[in-house]
């Protein structure tokens, strides 16, 4: 089983819209998740990070939590065309590193 | 404009050739990282660095040796690579190593071809 495992996509939605991005996590011990998107070409830029369960809202970005279930998310409302890149989900996992998933690609249509 | 600064950004070499890449940080940061990052692969950690103390080498080839002077440098020493080594290598900085809630921040990588 892979340790960080995200849908690679691409997701596609449509200028307006709610894309929804997932993440699933293997190291039920995890403690800190990030959200950092990366544009092509360029390196990935932190945006949101989460540590306990439930909610996290940042303007039109929301980061979800739940432990339980080990899955992370990451919302983002009223999407527009500069939101299209590639979201990579990153774990700090119970041993101290920080494992990245393979990412997510968005496209969206305007 | 990121506060963390890689040079160069494109750099093609021989496989016989000897290069380094340079990455310097602005953001008083202790710990510092350098990443590999291949096409449809994830991101792949190399070393780790923190208070200029190599604390992580995440079974990489000899042909890559890092070197840290002082906390606000990094340095990655390449010798004799192969093609498969082509990829995009990013420097990244955080508070403390490990990250914890911070996360990091990353340089703007450098695009390095092996031919």
């Known amino acids: 089983q892979k340790e960080v495992e995200q849908n690679s996509g691409p997701l596609s939605v449509p200028e307006g819209a709610i894309a929804s991005l997932n993440c699933t996590y293997s190291d039920r011990g995890s403690q800190s998740f990030f959200w950092y998107r990366q544009y092509s070409g360029k390196s990935p830029e932190l945006i949101m990070s989460?540590?306990?369960?439930g909610d996290k809202e940042d303007g039109r970005f929301t980061a979800q939590l739940n432990k339980a279930s080990q899955y992370v998310s990451l919302l983002i409302r009223d999407s527009q065309p500069s939101d299209s890149a590639t979201y990579l989900c990153a774990v700090r996992t119970s041993y101290d590193k920080v494992i990245f998933g393979p990412g997510t690609s968005l496209s969206v249509i305007p | 404009e990121t506060g963390v600064t890689q040079t160069p950004r494109h750099l093609v070499m021989g496989m016989t050739n000897k290069k380094s890449l340079k990455c310097e940080q602005h953001l008083g940061h202790n710990a510092m990282y350098w990443y590999k990052q291949s096409a449809k692969k994830p991101l792949e950690l190399m070393f780790v660095y923190s208070l200029e103390e190599r604390v992580e080498n995440n079974s990489v080839p000899s042909r890559f040796s890092p070197e840290c002077p002082n906390s606000s440098h990094l340095f990655l020493h390449l010798h004799t690579l192969q093609p498969e080594d082509s990829a995009l290598y990013l420097c990244?900085?955080?508070?403390?190593?490990?990250?914890?809630?911070?996360?990091?921040?990353f340089g703007s990588g450098t695009r390095l071809t092996v031919v």
């Open positions: 989460i540590y306990s369960n």
């Open positions: 990244a900085s955080s508070q403390d190593e490990g990250a914890a809630n911070y996360g990091y921040t």
